[in-house]
Nanobody, 125 residues
Framework: VQLQASGGGLVQAGGSLGLSCAAS????????MGWSRQAPGKEREFVAA????????WYADSVKGRFTISRDNAKNAVYLQMNSLKPEDTAVYYC???????????????????WGQGTQVTVSS
């Protein structure tokens, strides 16, 4: 599966931004999907994940209550709505896909099978 993320940009603290990820392939609905991010000088970290059906979602503690992950299997797309953004949310955000047999533990570690290119999100203070 190929992934193309979009929607990044510059936003003031407290603002909102929505990211989208378009996936190719006819088996999108069989993949768990997720978002991770990497800030300058830091390792990539898990942000959010959603299971293949959209029935289960998981979030990093740092974004819980502010970010929402969703998917539309008919459109082969996954989304990340980010509200109440903080300067520490500044990072390159990556969309990723995991095969159906990945465990929840692996998803929460960001152990994914396919990665898209990143999209920059910058939050100014």
């Amino acid at each position: 599966v190929q992934l193309q993320a979009s929607g990044g940009g510059l936003v003031q603290a407290g603002g909102s931004l929505g990211l989208s990820c378009a996936a190719s392939g006819r088996t999108f609905s069989s993949y768990h999907m997720g978002w991770s991010r990497q800030a300058p000088g830091k390792e990539r970290e898990f942000v959010a994940a959603i299971n293949w059906s959209g029935g289960s979602t998981w979030y990093a503690d740092s974004v819980k209550g502010r970010f929402t992950i969703s998917r539309d299997n008919a459109k082969n797309a996954v989304y990340l709505q980010m509200n109440s953004l903080k300067p520490e949310d500044t990072a390159v955000y990556y969309c990723a896909a995991a095969t159906y047999d990945r465990s929840t533990h692996e998803l929460l570690r960001g152990d994914m099978d396919y990665w898209g290119q990143g999209t920059q999100v910058t939050v100014s203070s």
